[in-house]
């Protein structure tokens, strides 16, 4: 089955910097790639999502970008502010039917004011 | 859109008793919802994927007999937590599939005395 390893774990950067998540995945059949923000004791909320035939995407400030031949995409956000902190999760899915996702194990997103 | 709503957001109930969680999408037609559990500072673990209509498929190592769900129609689905104990306390997570998106619940706290 698919496993997805994310890094780092926790991540502080300062109000304004960027901030970069990364994910690797081992099923070369995954062709799609959700990243989650969840705030504390709630549900996680898509952010964005990239499918196999893309190699980047960009809302505003947030991008993600995909490597199919080496199997990583990333989470770049870009002038980060306070409400961005939250923890993060990115996900792959390989199985067409069900989609059901397989989860990294998050990141701890703190922005600094 | 792509709203899903969860019911009760949390609950305290005592060991031994039975709890029904309820999963709804609000603006779209889920032919497949999946419940998760998540413990503090985790990711998400998938319990059960849940076909309209259908018997609930469980991942391996949740009980089916514990962790009863029906998803009778196309916009819900329960979790009933059957004899519960404090061991089950955690964070339960519904989400429903759109297209290829899974939008989440904002999840229901479960506590067990």
């Known amino acids: 089955g698919e496993n997805v390893e994310q890094h780092p774990s926790t991540l502080s950067v300062q109000e304004g910097d960027s901030a970069v998540i990364k994910c690797t995945y081992s099923d070369s059949a995954s062709n799609y790639f959700p990243w989650y923000k969840q705030e504390l004791g709630k549900g996680p909320q898509l952010i964005i999502d990239i499918r196999s035939n893309v190699g980047e995407k960009k809302d505003q400030r947030i991008a993600v970008t995909l490597n199919k031949t080496a199997k990583h995409f990333s989470l770049h956000i870009t002038e980060t502010q306070p409400e961005d902190s939250a923890v993060y999760f990115c996900a792959a899915t390989d199985d067409g039917s069900a989609r059901q996702l397989t989860f990294g194990s998050g990141t701890q997103l703190t922005v600094l004011p | 859109g792509a709203v899903v709503s969860q019911h009760p957001s949390r609950v305290i109930c005592k060991s031994g008793t039975s709890v029904k969680i309820e999963c709804r999408s609000l603006?779209?037609?889920?032919?497949?919802m999946f419940w998760y559990r998540q413990f503090p500072k985790q990711s998400l673990m998938l319990m059960a994927t849940s076909n309209e209509g259908s018997k609930a498929t469980y991942e391996q190592g949740v009980e089916k007999d514990k962790f009863l769900i029906n998803h009778a129609s196309l916009t819900l689905s329960t979790l009933t937590v059957t004899s519960a104990h404090p061991e089950d306390s955690s964070f339960y997570i519904c989400?429903?599939?759109?297209?290829?998106?899974?939008?989440f619940g904002p999840g229901t706290r479960l506590l067990v005395l």
């Open positions: 989400s429903g599939t759109l297209r290829e998106t899974q939008y």
């Open positions: 603006d779209f037609q889920a032919t497949t």
